[in-house]
């Protein structure tokens, strides 16, 4: 989509290797934002491809993630994670499981494009 998202918070989904237009993963992530207020929440849980995160649940304030943007990474090139409870991680994997059944969920590759254009750069 073209959004920079660096030094974002994303929950891990999967770490299978996969590759998407020649491009090469072997991690898909969720982008997670924080809620930011009573309104705010509201608004952003009434999206069926929204998922409300608590902070409970290991994140470090109240979020949701983005059930439908599923981000396509290598693991080589991230260099910081966190946690979120089990419990928390399958129920999130059941939710966007049901969001690619509806045909609801996209993967966003821009960041591999990014890699493959610099990668193109330094071997000239």
């Given amino acids: 989509t ?3 998202v660096a030094r974002h918070p994303f929950i891990v989904i999967s770490t299978k290797n996969g590759i998407i237009e020649s491009m090469s993963f072997d991690m898909i992530g969720v982008l997670m934002s924080s809620i930011k207020n009573e ?3 509201k608004k952003k849980l009434s999206y069926d491809v929204n998922i409300e995160l608590k902070k409970e649940a ?4 109240d979020s949701y993630i983005k059930g439908n943007q599923l981000y396509c990474f290598q693991q080589d090139k991230i260099d910081y994670f966190g946690c979120v409870d089990i419990d ?4 999130l994997r059941e939710e966007i499981k049901k969001l690619a059944k509806q ?3 996209v993967f966003i590759t821009t960041n591999l494009e990014d890699l493959e254009e610099l990668e ?3 071997e000239l």
Avoid: P, Y
Wanted: net charge negative.
């Fill in 88 to 91: 928390v991680f399958l129920e």
């Fill in 103 to 105: 045909r609801k969920a």
């Fill in 58 to 61: 290991g994140a470090k304030v």
């Fill in 2 to 4: 073209g959004e920079d």
């Fill in 120 to 122: 193109e750069v330094i």
């Fill in 39 to 41: 309104e705010h929440r």
